[in-house]
């Protein structure tokens, strides 16, 4: 057990510091003195270095892609593609699927694994992502929520990351239970060392391999494998706040903005079933079904566990599914087999072995 784990904050249910309020959309809902009468542009002030980072990496980008085409080796191209792989793995796979919604169980071994591909990826400590995305859930679309979608494509994209929190999203992020999280040593000493593992993880590995492998040049390894890496990993990323919440069907519940997107899943490893994921956010598919080309997250943790590394798998059944659809879904569930409304008469002909 890692130590001073006992320090993690106790989860109260107190939602402001002067009150408990036992609905917490209620409690959202209202504009104590605190950010009553204050706009955006007050209460989340830019971050301006943040904005010039990311626009130097979406330049440097731009010009690895060129590079692809003029100067780059072949296997630096395909190294770049197997860390996209591996962060997006440590992304769906591991703090989101894994830790957020604790949809399976991993062994050490595979934790250790996705832990080390999450930190690739850039994108916080496993403890404050999660965290973030468990209020995601419970607070989806209000400001509560750090990528609340009602705030236009840009905000819930990247423009959430370039500007300081909203005060709600830290205030309501205090009620959200994490003593899961830091009762395993591998969320504890990652959340612990993290800026130690990063640069190596991040940089100095990604840019090693092409120059001592394959006699790639250091601006080429960095420009491919890190800057254009990185680049899309995050965006990749970030459509799933964005036009998965803005763009595609609602099979399971027409309520709730998240949709089923299949371009995010085909580039993001599943989590474009959105619509599926915010109803039944506990599968491991993070979808309905497990396909091989747009839901590598959920294929990755089948294969975990024909090797013993991922344990109890969390689906939902059928019949739940179906039922859902037709109490809230849109009507463009596909029924996917036999009773299929467009099936024709002459496909109806078949015979009963048994």
């Given at each position: 057990m890692?130590?001073?784990?006992?320090?993690?904050?106790a989860q109260s249910?107190?939602?402001y510091e002067?009150?408990?309020?036992?609905?917490?959309?209620?409690?959202?809902?209202?504009?104590d003195e605190?950010?009553?009468?204050k706009?955006?542009?007050?209460?989340q002030?830019?971050?301006w270095?943040?904005v010039?980072g990311?626009?130097?990496f979406?330049?440097?980008s731009?010009y690895a892609i060129?590079?692809i085409?003029?100067?780059?080796?072949?296997?630096?191209?395909?190294?770049?593609?197997l860390?996209?792989l591996a962060?997006?793995l440590?992304v769906?796979?591991?703090?989101?699927?894994?830790?957020?919604?604790k949809?399976?169980k991993?062994?050490l071994?595979?934790?250790i694994l996705?832990?080390?591909f999450?930190t690739?990826?850039?994108q916080g400590?496993?403890?404050q992502w999660?965290?973030?995305?468990?209020?995601h859930?419970?607070?989806?679309?209000t400001?509560?929520?750090?990528?609340?979608?009602?705030r236009g494509?840009?905000?819930s994209h990247?423009?959430?990351?370039l500007?300081?929190?909203h005060?709600?999203v830290?205030r309501?992020?205090k009620t959200?239970d994490?003593?899961?999280l830091?009762?395993?040593?591998?969320?504890?000493?990652?959340?612990?060392?993290?800026?130690?593992?990063?640069p190596?993880?991040w940089y100095?590995i990604p840019?090693?391999v092409?120059?001592?492998l394959?006699?790639?040049?250091h601006?080429?390894a960095?420009?491919?494998a890190?800057?254009?890496?990185?680049t899309l990993c995050l965006?990749?990323?970030?459509?799933?706040?964005s036009?998965?919440?803005?763009?595609?069907s609602?099979?399971y519940?027409k309520s709730?903005a998240?949709?089923e997107?299949?371009l995010?899943?085909?580039?993001?490893?599943?989590?474009?079933?959105?619509n599926?994921h915010?109803v039944f956010p506990?599968?491991?598919?993070?979808?309905?079904?497990s396909?091989?080309?747009?839901?590598?997250?959920?294929?990755?943790?089948?294969?975990?566990a024909?090797?013993?590394?991922?344990t109890?798998?969390?689906?939902v059944?059928r019949d739940?599914?179906m039922?859902?659809?037709?109490?809230t879904g849109?009507?463009t569930?596909?029924?996917w087999?036999w009773g299929?409304?467009?099936?024709?008469?002459e496909?109806k002909r078949?015979?009963?072995?048994?």
């Amino acid at each position: 057990m890692p130590p001073n784990v006992k320090e993690a904050p106790a989860q109260s249910g107190v939602l402001y510091e002067d009150e408990a309020e036992p609905d917490y959309r209620t409690a959202i809902a209202k504009h104590d003195e605190r950010t009553s009468g204050k706009s955006y542009r007050e209460l989340q002030p830019i971050l301006w270095d943040r904005v010039a980072g990311h626009l130097l990496f979406n330049a440097l980008s731009v010009y690895a892609i060129k590079l692809i085409f003029t100067d780059v080796k072949l296997l630096t191209t395909a190294w770049a593609f197997l860390l996209f792989l591996a962060c997006n793995l440590g992304v769906t796979s591991g703090v989101h699927r894994l830790w957020s919604h604790k949809a399976y169980k991993a062994k050490l071994p595979l934790r250790i694994l996705l832990a080390a591909f999450n930190t690739m990826s850039w994108q916080g400590s496993i403890y404050q992502w999660a965290i973030d995305h468990r209020a995601h859930h419970k607070f989806t679309e209000t400001d509560a929520d750090h990528v609340n979608a009602r705030r236009g494509f840009f905000f819930s994209h990247v423009g959430w990351l370039l500007c300081k929190k909203h005060p709600d999203v830290i205030r309501f992020g205090k009620t959200i239970d994490s003593s899961d999280l830091l009762a395993d040593p591998v969320v504890y000493y990652q959340k612990k060392y993290y800026y130690v593992f990063m640069p190596f993880l991040w940089y100095l590995i990604p840019v090693a391999v092409p120059m001592l492998l394959w006699d790639e040049t250091h601006a080429n390894a960095f420009l491919v494998a890190v800057a254009l890496r990185f680049t899309l990993c995050l965006h990749a990323i970030f459509l799933v706040n964005s036009a998965a919440h803005m763009v595609g069907s609602r099979p399971y519940d027409k309520s709730i903005a998240a949709r089923e997107n299949f371009l995010v899943a085909l580039g993001i490893g599943g989590e474009g079933y959105h619509n599926y994921h915010h109803v039944f956010p506990w599968d491991y598919k993070s979808g309905e079904f497990s396909y091989y080309a747009s839901n590598y997250g959920a294929v990755f943790i089948e294969l975990m566990a024909k090797i013993g590394q991922a344990t109890h798998l969390k689906s939902v059944n059928r019949d739940l599914v179906m039922a859902r659809c037709l109490r809230t879904g849109d009507g463009t569930h596909p029924v996917w087999g036999w009773g299929d409304k467009d099936m024709s008469e002459e496909d109806k002909r078949v015979t009963i072995v048994s």
